[in-house]
DNA sequence: GCGAAGACGCTTGTGATAGT
DNA sequence: ACTATCACAAGCGTCTTCGC
């Protein structure tokens, strides 16, 4: 293999070769050597075509998409932002993302980890605007999304002034399309199927306060709750298995006689089934739990989890589509609604009430939705 | 069918000029 | 004589246009 060597700071280090030496090693103008390897239509003498193909795969020539952006082309990157590694739901989003790029874009997608950290965000943000990417793709900003909100606004408008598309997989009170789950409907999708079960205390650990989503979700659960007569003791937490244990310890020593317990997010409910469980607790005979994404937190905990199938990774899609679209250029796009539905696992149980109080008895769970 | 040249956006290097 | 500032040119790799 011939290597273009450069003197760098002493050392003798090899250079990528570039379309220039395929060029000149296979005797060829600059411009032949772009129209074969980029196989352009523009008709070029098979002789030179094998000659090209020849030094380029002689010299191991690999396409600049720096040079090439340069020229004014398109990146071929999106950006992603996601929450938090650990947590599962980012995973299935990252991992639907990114493949479908490649798949149906033929694109890469740079992968940041906001580790749950505004300020983290933001700079993020400026990072992946100074690598020019084609677009990027809010998928973090579940957990404190108000005190830096002026900055990623910010951030936000600079963007798109650079034509830089930006979508979101949460409402987050930015003027950029939204492609989620509506979660009101959520709310009221949980609420229905805890009153339709006979459910009438509940203890709820939802997601951080100051989160729209959150807080869209919760205003509709309480207020059909509010008006079926259930009881509810609400603590809003982090959304980590961690937080979801001390949350079931708190809320069994605040409010010991609730029959449910309904969790803002899968990895909530799965620490709140281990605590519960490690306590002696019947899950569901005694306390029934109810999680949130259909992650695999939910099969994997014991008994498997009722949750609601957040189709994240649709969400996701949608918005990598959006982005890489003509749509996407003039920035006229409210989103899609994902549509969300009820998985019934094993951790959530009818509640019985014929001879009065006192002798209710769980059963399978019944969903009208 | 082919190749020279220009354009893209940014950084780095160079030379001219002004100020101390 | 030295330093600071500014303007301009060159270079990076690729793609397209235009002329031969």
Redesign the pocket.
Known sequence: MKWTTVQVAGDKRT?NP???DVAQSAG?????A??V??K?N????E??KNKVEAAAKLLGYV??MV??R????KQGVVGLIIGDMMDAHYGIIAEAVTERAESAHGNFAIVCNMQRDPLLEIKYLHRLLEYRVDGIILAGGGFDQWTHHQALTEAIEELKRTGTAVASLMPRGLEVPIFSADNEAIGMTVAKFIVENGHSKIGILLGPARNEMTKLRMQALTSHLSGCAVDYAIANIDSTAEAGAIGAAEMLARNPDFSALICGSDAIAFGAVNHLRAEGIDIPGRISVMGLGNTRLATLSSPRLTTVEMNFAQAGNAALDFIMSEDAASGQSPGEIIPHSLVIGDSFARIETPAGPGSERAETPRATD
């Open positions: 250079k570039t379309l220039n060829v103008s600059l411009a032949t772009a129209r390897l980029r352009s523009y008709p070029v003498d002789t030179l396409p600049n040079a090439r340069l020229r004014g082309g």
